[in-house]
């Protein structure tokens, strides 16, 4: 594909509600990263996939937050019965091997409101 | 935490001015990035310095970097309107090789 691209690209729900947030990575990019984003604030590491494992899950904030990835390529962030401080903008990331100091390829991001 | 802050948080210069943003971070690095964010959405990478370089230019960017005080800048010269936007740099640590780390940024503001 010509860029990493998420969906969707607002969402607004509930508090209390599930959503589902997914990231295309770039075709042939085996590293894969979920960030997020407050208001005015810088991004927040998630979770980082090498292919289809999550070496490191650290970032969840909470248990609520689950993500996975299949096949090498999509990836869904799952956020269960969200709270307004969810409400952020999830940033999404690929790079070809995840190698250090390579190149991360940003989408254009999920805008998650919680009411 | 490990997380490389950028100074000043927010800047704004005139038209045709040189930008300068500062990023320190805390523990030794394998590598340095600064990426662009325009209208809080997707960053797009700028430039990567090595933790062996000191200097490396990209057009109008210029970047050091010093390991021994643990910083970087970044110079923006003869800026333009186009370069309003947030300024991060993002960091990798030796033994981490699985993530880089981005700091808050600085917001930049080119004035006409």
């Known amino acids: 594909g010509a860029g990493v691209s998420q969906s969707p690209s607002n969402k607004v729900t509930e508090k209390g509600k599930d959503v589902e947030l997914r990231c295309d990575p770039i075709?042939?990019?085996?590293?894969l990263y979920w960030y997020r984003q407050s208001l005015g604030q810088g991004l927040e590491f998630l979770i980082y996939f090498q292919g289809n494992s999550a070496p490191d899950k650290s970032g969840l904030p909470s248990d609520r937050f689950s993500a996975e990835r299949t096949g090498g390529s999509v990836s869904t962030l799952t956020i269960q019965r969200t709270q307004q401080e969810d409400s952020a903008v999830y940033l999404c990331?690929?790079?070809?091997?995840?190698?250090?100091?390579?190149?991360?390829?940003f989408g254009p991001g999920t805008r998650l409101l919680v009411l | 935490s490990q997380q490389g802050e950028e100074d000043p948080q927010a800047l704004s210069i005139q038209e045709g001015e040189n930008a300068t943003m500062n990023c320190s971070y805390k523990t030794s690095i394998n590598n340095l990035q600064w990426y662009r964010q325009n209208s809080g959405r997707g960053l797009v990478h700028l430039i990567l310095i090595r933790s062996n370089e000191r200097e490396k230019h990209s057009g109008r960017l210029r970047v050091t970097l010093d390991t021994s005080k643990k910083s970087s800048s970044l110079l923006i010269t003869a800026s333009r309107a186009a370069d309003t936007a947030s300024y991060f740099c993002?960091?990798?640590?030796?033994?981490?090789?699985?993530?880089?780390?981005f700091g808050k940024g600085t917001r930049l503001h080119i004035l006409p």
């Open positions: 990331a690929s790079s070809l091997r995840g190698a250090p100091g390579e190149t991360q390829y």
């Open positions: 075709s042939g990019h085996t590293a």
């Open positions: 993002a960091t990798d640590y030796k033994n981490r090789d699985d993530k880089i780390i």
